[in-house]
């Protein structure tokens, strides 16, 4: 098995500050928080923990990235504090940072300097389109 510190997602390692809008209906409300990305296990998968509020809501989720085969693919199983768990496949090509799961997918780009991530969530409604959810920044 290859050590994901020998793949595109090492970028992610950090402590990021996260701000950014999530649209409810006709309204928006500020998300704000804090997304950490470390190594565990011998360096074979990275955990990532996000702790947020959005409005007054805190939000936790803790994400167990997997690195494919692929130097820039990984597989991601996240749980969150609403009871729900879920795997979505990502990739990390050249800036390009995009993420997919069953209903949920995020596009957004990270600097070369692997200090700011700029992206959106988008959800898919019942007619499997996508629509626009969280715009966010993360910021080292």
């Known amino acids: 098995m290859k050590k994901i510190?020998?793949?595109?997602?090492?970028?992610?390692?950090?402590v990021w500050k996260t701000?950014?809008?999530?649209?409810?209906?006709?309204?928006?409300?500020?998300?704000?928080?804090i997304d950490s990305y470390e190594f565990i296990l011998d360096g074979h998968f990275i955990l990532h923990k996000a702790d947020v509020k959005m409005g007054h809501e805190r939000s936790e989720t803790f994400e167990i990235i997997k690195p494919d085969n692929a130097f820039d693919k990984a597989t991601m199983h996240y749980f969150n504090t609403k009871g729900e768990e879920g795997i979505?496949?990502?990739?990390?090509?050249?800036?390009?940072?995009?993420?997919?799961?069953?209903?949920?997918?995020?596009?957004g780009t990270i600097n070369k300097e692997n200090t700011k991530i700029i992206g959106k969530w988008y959800t898919k409604l019942e007619n499997d389109?996508?629509?626009?959810?969280?715009?966010?920044?993360?910021?080292?």
């Open 88 to 107: 979505m496949h990502s990739s990390l090509i050249n800036n390009a940072f995009e993420m997919e799961g069953n209903s949920l997918k995020f596009i």
């Open 129 to 140: 389109t996508w629509t626009d959810f969280i715009d966010l920044i993360l910021e080292k």
């Open 5 to 14: 510190e020998h793949s595109n997602f090492i970028r992610l390692i950090g």
């Open 19 to 33: 701000i950014g809008t999530v649209k409810t209906g006709k309204d928006t409300i500020a998300l704000m928080g």
